[in-house]
């Protein structure tokens, strides 16, 4: 298994503690998640060694990495897209 910095750089959404982030950024400095939780906007910073570290639980599917404030279940997904091609 190539870890999570690799499942990271093709999701095209996450799952963090069952929230859904379409935001979120990954580069040299870490990975930045922010979504909407209710009115409150939400924001996780996790540094390169805490991806590194990150844990695969593949009973539940999700990985479980450490940051500032305890433990958060991330779950990689792609998006789905239609295409303009119509079946045969």
């Known amino acids: 298994m190539g870890g999570l910095q690799d499942a990271l750089s093709s999701a095209d959404m996450l799952l963090i503690d069952d929230l859904h982030a379409f935001e979120f950024t990954l580069d040299k400095s870490g990975l930045i998640i922010e979504c909407?939780?209710?009115?409150?906007?939400r924001r996780w910073h996790f540094v390169p060694?805490?991806?590194a570290a990150a844990r695969f639980e593949p009973e539940a599917g999700h990985w479980l990495?450490?940051?500032?404030?305890?433990?958060?279940?991330?779950?990689?997904?792609?998006a789905f897209t239609a295409t303009d091609e119509d079946p045969d």
Not at 36 to 41: F, I, T
Not at 65 to 78: E, K, Y
């Open 65 to 78: 990495i450490d940051g500032p404030d305890g433990v958060h279940r991330l779950t990689c997904l792609d």
């Open 49 to 51: 060694e805490s991806i």
């Open 36 to 41: 909407m939780d209710g009115r409150e906007l």
